[in-house]
């Protein structure tokens, strides 16, 4: 159990019933370095195993990202109901978007460490937000820390630069 996060807690768990109703979300937790931000995502995700599709991924801290690296971890733990294409990114992204939005249970994708993704991670990012809202899902990251920027700077999305936790769309934030 983790102390003091029962606000976020139920903010995330608002955003899935948001999915379950027709009404995507991305969600975005961010904060200070050692403030619990995975502890929470991997609570959630551990809640909720049994009932949404998870999809974990991870960015790395390399000083040449491999392009969709989170995809590719999705992609050796899908069991060949995903692959990354190696001709087309919006290819890889339409597949994504189909494998979190097959089946009848809500899809729940999780990016580790996004403030360290690639330009076409945030592009997917970007493609996401502009499908996902009439999807029964909810990709969720745990991005950056105050003060950093995405890798190609100030092109990622709007939700992409605040140093707080957000749900997109919407205003309201998930937490602090």
């Known amino acids: 159990m983790l102390l003091e996060r029962e606000t976020p807690r139920s903010r995330l768990e608002a ?15 961010e904060g200070e370095a050692g403030i619990g931000k995975t502890s929470l995502a991997l609570q959630f995700v551990a809640a909720h195993r049994e009932d949404t599709q998870v999809f974990a991924g991870g960015c790395e801290q390399l000083s040449t990202p491999e392009p969709l690296g989170p995809l590719r971890d999705i992609e050796r733990d899908s069991k060949g109901r995903f692959s990354v294409s190696p001709a087309s990114q919006l290819t890889t992204f339409g597949a994504l978007l189909r494998l979190l939005t097959s089946g009848s249970a809500p899809g729940l994708l999780l990016i580790e460490d996004f403030h360290w ?7 997917l990012f970007r493609y996401l937000g502009r ?32 140093p707080r936790w957000r ?3 919407g205003p309201s934030p998930v937490a602090r």
């Open 15 to 29: 955003a899935l019933n948001d999915a379950r109703a027709g009404a995507g979300r991305i969600v975005s937790i």
């Open 131 to 162: 499908r996902i809202r009439a999807a029964r899902r909810t990709p969720a990251r745990v991005p950056r820390r105050p003060g950093r920027r995405p890798r190609a700077a100030g092109s990622g999305p709007p939700w992409c630069r605040s």
């Open 167 to 169: 749900s997109r769309p």
């Open 117 to 123: 993704a690639d330009d076409a991670t945030l592009d």
